[in-house]
């Protein structure tokens, strides 16, 4: 059986915060929080073990080409160098993204007289990098078999983000109607 | 995998809800976002990604009609990544029916301790 990773309380909260805004619907660049949490969790469990473990999953996959004869993962990432390469490539495009992002105020891109430069300069960082991040799924799913937090589920409430409220409503759930209480005291008195 | 689970489920509503703002981009990317996640779960290669980053990128660049020509062709792989992402959701389930017993989410705001505590048994 392998082993797994316990991971503190409080890093688990802030892990499963961050992957809450990676799973929310706002529409921007999510990568970033996905990378947070794979930094986070190497830096907890360790580099070593990490290798370790990786070079174990890497052999299994190895044997399962071999019986089943269909193409896995291993022809791509075959070493754990490769992956950091790839994820030290992709971590300052990100970042970047980022603080583009953070820079606009208002947040509403249909919207084309408020600060028409900056929102242009974030949709040309956007296309650099593309959603088929076959190294980068990769390890956030072998980090996730290592560690405890494969066991939790992401509150409701992470999902939500200030920005976009709009496609935020779920559109399956009908909205309460709201009870003004002004009134209702008003009735008694 | 619990926590995959959760994650593609809700990226797969998320794509619902950008489909009918007619948001294309926003959804194909979360409909890509849950075939990665089933790829790498599985361990499986795809030889055509190569291609479908090309087709992607164009469809980024592009304005107009020739936009929707690349759309199209990102449909026209919609169907074999749909295949595996419902491969990738049954084996989880599986996998979550092979377990003796699972424990739920300490997470429950305006709860301490042991109140919030739940115990889940499968069926």
Redesign the interface.
Known sequence: MEKIKNIA?AIR?LI?RD?GK????S?VN?FFFLLNVIDSLITHIGENVVITEFDKEMKK?KE?QKKSN???????LQSWEHVTRVLDNLRPRLSEIQFAYDDISDKKFKEKMSEPAKKLNYKKLI?KV?????EL??V???L??ISS???????P?A?TTPEMSK?NKN?FVKEKRRINTSEEFRDVN | ????K??MT??LE?EE??S??R?RQ?SY??H??TY??A???L?????N?ER??VV??KF??ATGKSRLKYYKILLKFKQAQNNTIITALDEMERERENQTG????????FTIGVSSFEFEANE
């Not at chain 1, 593309?130 to 076959?134: A, C, G, L, N, R």
């Not at chain 1, 937090?149 to 509150?155: E, M």
């Not at chain 2, 361990?43 to 030889?47: A, I, K, P, T």
């Not at chain 2, 699972?102 to 705001?109: Q, T």
């Open positions: 309380p909260q499963i992957l990676y799973g929310g619907n529409g999510k996959l399962f269909h193409s896995t993962l291993y022809d791509r296309k593309s959603p088929y991040q076959v799924y990769f956030f799913n072998f996730m078999k937090i494969q066991h939790q589920t992401i509150p409430q999902f496609y559109p | 995998m619990k926590i995959i959760n994650l809700k990226k998320n809800v950008f009918k703002a948001r926003f990317e979360e890509v976002a990665m996640m790829l790498a779960y361990g499986l290669n795809d030889e990604l479908k980053k992607f990128k980024l660049l699972d424990f739920g989410s300490l997470y429950r705001p």
